[in-house]
């Protein structure tokens, strides 16, 4: 077998985080509450890219399914790798977003505009496949330990939550009247689908983390999965209580635009906790010597989210302390992004990243040793 070969035959629906995470770096720019020289020109040119590993890995995976249709239905079948099909959708949403807010300097507004529409569409139905379906496939198939929980679960159930964010730019381009505002009722309603869910599975895994500890392993930076529907639920919110100013009643509008804030600021405040606790996590884990895989763009997606969250809070509030943490957000996030695409380039040209996954049965989560008693004690 050739070595292109092998390697479309070890792509998985993992590979669509590479677009997510690389979206997002131009999504979160574009909109970030302040000004900086040559920013909208880089986010635009990151939206770019995005856009062109987009269509390169939905060419991949139709190649795949046409010439490994086994190994492309395995993943639906395996307890890690099937939770990433809620990748493609989302990644399909953060190129849509990127076209609104920056990719209309390249392309106009009107081009851009209904390629988000295309993309919106294709993205939601496939999120709420996927919301659907692979709970579902957990529910029935998949066999699970008391200790299996990680923030992969997350990814099929989130989609929606960026589906309403993403609606939230597409509806100031609707006709007034009935079409807009069910797209808002729509919007606020995938936003409740994917918020409960999410609180369910985090639960799970805080559970999960208390019980039994982290895996030690590349597993681990999933954890930063948890951001992404805390970040997308401000940024939804923030988003749809704009776009009711125009949409429904005076009273609903004021509403939902409350609503950003009482949301956004607790859900902001929980996502700060979780940030200083992946943290800790994830450098324990790299001391102990964790190595690289795809599961490191985990660190890209979800940090956006929580940058446009914090630029959502910014404008809804007027307070400086959420731009500065913005921009603080966003200089973390270029960081990861730069560290993660140059490894995943190094890693891609190698073919290290294509490597069939090793079969050593379930990871398992544990604990450190209690330290030893103290003499005389």
Request: hydrophobic share 55%; charged share 10%; proline share 7%.
């Amino acid at each position: 077998m050739t070595s292109e070969a092998a390697r479309l035959q070890n792509f998985g629906p993992n590979w669509f985080a590479s677009v997510m995470g690389t979206g997002i770096v131009a999504t979160a720019g574009a909109a970030l509450p302040i000004r900086v020289p040559g920013l909208r020109s880089f986010s635009l040119a990151v939206w770019v890219v995005a856009t062109v590993l987009l269509v390169v890995l939905l060419v991949a995976v139709t190649v795949q399914w046409f010439r490994h249709p086994t190994v492309a239905r395995a993943h639906s079948r395996n307890p890690q790798m099937a939770h990433f099909y809620g990748a493609a959708p989302m990644a399909l949403l953060t190129v849509g977003s990127g076209a609104i807010l920056v990719g209309r300097d390249l392309v106009g507004l009107r081009f851009a505009v209904d390629l988000d529409w295309v993309l919106w569409t294709m993205g939601t139905v496939g999120g709420l496949v996927t919301a659907t379906t692979i709970p579902f496939v957990m529910f029935t198939q998949l066999n699970v330990e008391p200790d299996a929980a990680f923030g992969g679960w997350l990814m099929p159930v989130v989609p929606p939550m960026v589906s309403a964010a993403a609606g939230g730019l597409l509806i100031p381009h609707l006709a007034p009247g009935s079409g807009r505002t069910t797209m808002l009722y729509g919007c606020y309603a995938m936003f409740g689908l994917s918020l409960f869910a999410a609180l369910i599975i985090i639960g799970m895994i805080w559970s999960r983390l208390t019980l039994y500890g982290t895996s030690g392993t590349a597993r681990v930076p999933t954890l930063w999965i948890v951001l992404g529907p805390l970040g997308q639920g401000i940024t939804a919110a923030g988003l749809l209580g704009s776009a009711a100013r125009d949409t429904v009643t005076p009273d609903l509008a004021r509403g939902m635009d409350v609503f950003a804030v009482l949301f956004g600021v607790p859900a902001w405040g929980f996502a700060v906790l979780w940030i200083a606790l992946a943290t800790a996590l994830t450098m324990r884990t790299l001391r102990r010597g964790m190595p690289f895989a795809l599961t490191w763009w985990s660190l890209t997606f979800p940090v956006g989210t929580f940058v446009t969250g914090t630029t959502q809070l910014a404008v809804h509030t007027g307070l400086p302390a959420f731009r500065v943490a913005a921009v603080a957000a966003y200089v973390g996030l270029l960081g990861t992004w730069g560290l993660v695409a140059v490894r995943t380039a190094r890693g891609s040209v190698g073919g290290s990243l294509f490597a069939p996954p090793p079969n050593a049965g379930p990871v398992r989560a544990r604990k450190d040793p209690p330290p030893a008693s103290a003499p005389g004690l």
